[in-house]
């Protein structure tokens, strides 16, 4: 749940900011019909595996004579 104050500034509570582990830079990504909010430097690392993710699904398909 986010909060709006006055000034139409999102504010999330401290116990939220806490276990997303948001500090300064976040991520707002569109998913479906919501919004989620993540620390920047855990939505890069994710990209991170979900790009070496895609490699090697990519590769093992190469190997079984299949392409994307």
Not at 3 to 14: A, K, L, V, W
Request: proline share 4%.
């Amino acid at each position: 749940p986010l909060f709006y104050f006055y000034n139409n500034s999102p504010q999330i509570p401290g116990n939220l900011r806490e276990f997303a582990g948001l500090q300064k830079d976040v991520v707002m990504v569109g998913v479906a019909s919501r919004i989620e909010i993540w620390s920047r430097q855990k939505w890069e690392a994710l990209q991170e595996d979900e790009e070496e993710a895609m490699e090697d699904i990519a590769e093992r398909m190469s190997e079984l004579g299949l392409g994307i």
